[in-house]
């Protein structure tokens, strides 16, 4: 039996969809009565058609709308985080902000002082003729930010994957 | 069917903190999300499950639904969702199971029409997207563009992938039948 190419076998589909109309459908009309093998493909494709063509909407147990409304809450939903996630997340920040409280006490960061000039940032430059004042950083200063950052994140984290928990499944036990 | 009109208000209500209006939703959809999850798990039981838990995500997250979707395209892709989780999970044992026990399938007519016994073995030929894609394709209910929505693909991939599945059948089709006159 001769190979039937996938532009035809596209054709043939096309048919079987109904999609083919006017000078086309006669084309492949005449092709399929000088060719055996186109025959036989399309039937080969029709037979797929038919069986695929019974397919149908399946219907759950009919106790399922019950059964859904019931479970609305039985089943809690974790965050994004899980617990232990949060709890191993939670710890890094706390091991980050403990770390560089240590060294603020230490006076790592008391030398830590700088001046940036606006006028040395080439960009900033070529938009502004006039000079630009000079901004003085604190190093132990930005530190205490990022210490301060760092705790409401840990506070944030401590309420999405324990707190919120814990109350919740508290309350769901009283109901 | 409910109107995207009344399917509003109903979400607005179930918003505004009513339980009563989600079961209207549920019992709209529930063929339309129990089909899909039948058709990727092939279990009847894990189907019923996995639309379930489906229908309980999208309760509880509804506050996350934008209405420049439908609510019955959002709700499918949770459900596809789902029930991929679910088929990820199961053990390999019972997969191999489920394999031979397809509850979707009527054993009666499968011994009237050989010829769609052999379609559904030439099935399982196909990899997973290209059966699922085909199996909803013919399910007039769903149309191109939710089909394609659910299973995250652009329409025109779709298509394609619809029309090769349908050729790699016909394929498969021959080779069972020839394979079947020789043992004849």
């Known amino acids: 039996m001769e190979k039937i190419p ?19 459908l006669q084309q492949l009309k005449k092709e399929l009565e000088n060719s055996s093998s186109l025959q036989a493909r399309l039937e080969t494709l029709r ?10 909407l399946e219907s759950p147990s009919p106790a399922f709308v019950n059964r859904v409304m019931q479970n609305l809450h039985a089943v809690s939903f974790p965050s994004a985080l899980s617990p232990r996630n949060g709890l191993l997340l939670l710890v890094g920040v706390m091991v980050a902000a403990g770390i560089l409280v240590v060294m603020i006490s230490a006076g790592i ?21 006039q000079s630009l ?20 994140l840990a506070f944030l984290v401590l309420d999405k994957t324990v707190l919120k928990p814990f109350f919740q499944r508290r309350a769901g036990a009283h109901v | 069917m ?29 063929r339309f ?3 899909i999850a039948l058709k990727i798990l092939n279990n009847r039981p894990e189907a019923e499950e996995a639309t379930q838990d489906a229908f309980i995500k999208a309760f509880h997250y509804l506050k996350n639904f934008n209405r420049k979707a439908r609510f019955s395209t959002w709700l ?21 199971i489920e394999h031979h026990d397809r509850a979707d399938e009527p054993e009666q007519s499968l011994e009237k029409d050989d010829k769609q016994a052999f379609v559904l073995k030439a099935m399982d030929k196909l990899n997973e997207a290209d059966r699922l894609a085909i199996q909803l394709y013919y399910i007039k209910e769903f149309s191109m563009d939710e089909v394609a929505e659910l299973m995250g693909q652009n329409m025109n991939t779709l298509k394609v992938r619809i029309h090769r599945a349908r050729q790699r059948l016909a394929d498969e089709l021959r080779k069972i039948l020839k394979e079947e006159a020789l043992t004849l």
Not at chain 1, 10 to 15: F, G, K, M, S
Not at chain 1, 47 to 56: E, G, I, M, P, S
Not at chain 2, 76 to 96: E, G, M, Q
């Open chain 2, 2 to 30: 409910i109107s995207l009109q009344e399917e509003n208000k109903l979400i607005d209500r179930i918003l505004a903190g009513k339980q009563e209006p989600y079961a209207r939703l549920v019992e709209n959809y529930q």
């Open chain 2, 76 to 96: 499918y892709r949770i459900v596809f969702n789902t029930a991929v989780s679910y088929k990820r999970k199961k053990r390999p044992v019972l997969s191999s």
């Open chain 2, 33 to 35: 999300a129990f089909t």
């Open chain 1, 6 to 24: 996938t532009t035809v076998d596209d054709r043939l589909l096309d048919y079987l969809d109904g999609k083919l109309e006017g000078a086309t």
């Open chain 1, 133 to 152: 004042p000079a901004i003085s950083i604190n190093g132990k200063l930005v530190i205490n930010i990022i210490v301060g950052l760092n705790l409401v």
């Open chain 1, 47 to 56: 037979a797929v058609h038919r069986v695929l063509a019974h397919a149908k």
């Open chain 1, 109 to 129: 960061f008391d030398q830590v002082q700088g001046v940036v000039s606006l006028d040395q940032v080439s960009p900033v430059k070529k938009y502004f003729q």
